[in-house]
């Protein structure tokens, strides 16, 4: 399987002087933190969906020996479904502002996937206790608790019915170390949901810097 590195958007809101994938957490850059997570994990090919926007991030893509896929910039959406269109399915999908990944999480996503659709979930309240920002424009119900997409997925091959872009972020659950039935309203897709503080932290603004050096390694 192969992963998806989303590299593209203009990362305004963390304002910083570097793209926003080149932001260093004690030493290291979130691209290459998030480049080594997948090199350990069951990924076998990894293309960083870059754009205009991060030059320099296609520049250390191919330092790094990591293909790139040139994406319109026109958001994470439009830009996902670009690079969907140039790959094989199932792929894992992930942001480049999720420093705290690691290999167990891409494989424990795809084990929990079983080749369909995947999106890995974290409770609000667990960002809310780290004091992690939020975006509530992807906050959703899931059976009473308010949940958020942590930016890792899995998108299965699209049935003959669908686009090739139709990407849901709020799709039905499946819990780790659990036998629940997936809610069949999206059959080829589930939710993964994880307390995992590492998946709690994407890297937004200038306070989620300092609460991921607290935690990296």
């Known amino acids: 399987m192969d992963a998806l590195l ?18 260093e957490l004690c030493g290291r850059s979130m691209f290459d933190r998030v480049v080594d997570a997948l090199r350990d994990s069951c990924v076998n090919t990894t293309y960083a969906v870059v754009s205009e ?5 296609r520049a250390r893509a191919r330092e790094r020996g990591v293909r790139v896929i040139d994406a319109p910039g ?15 399915r199932p792929v894992v999908t992930v942001v480049s502002d999720l ?12 084990a929990a996937a079983d080749g369909g659709s995947c999106t890995a979930c974290v409770p609000v309240s667990l960002k809310r206790r780290l ?8 906050v959703f119900d899931y059976r009473g608790t308010d949940v958020c997409p942590t930016g890792l997925g899995v998108v299965a ?9 139709s990407v849901s972020t709020s799709d039905p659950v499946t819990t780790p170390n659990s036998a629940s039935t997936p ?3 999206e059959p080829d897709s589930t939710v993964y949901l994880s307390t995992d503080d590492a998946l709690a932290l994407n890297v937004n603004r200038p306070t989620d810097i300092e609460l991921a050096e607290d935690r990296c390694a």
């Open 6 to 23: 989303m590299c593209g958007g203009r990362g305004t809101r963390l304002d910083t002087a570097v793209e926003k994938p080149l932001v």
């Open 53 to 57: 926007h991060s030059a320099r991030t």
């Open 74 to 88: 026109e958001g994470y959406v439009a830009d996902l479904g670009f690079a969907l269109e140039r790959v094989d």
């Open 99 to 110: 420093p705290l990944l690691q290999a167990r999480h891409v494989d424990d996503l795809v």
């Open 131 to 138: 004091g992690a920002s939020i975006d509530d424009s992807l």
């Open 157 to 165: 091959p699209a049935p003959p019915e669908s686009t090739p872009d």
């Open 183 to 185: 809610d069949h309203s």
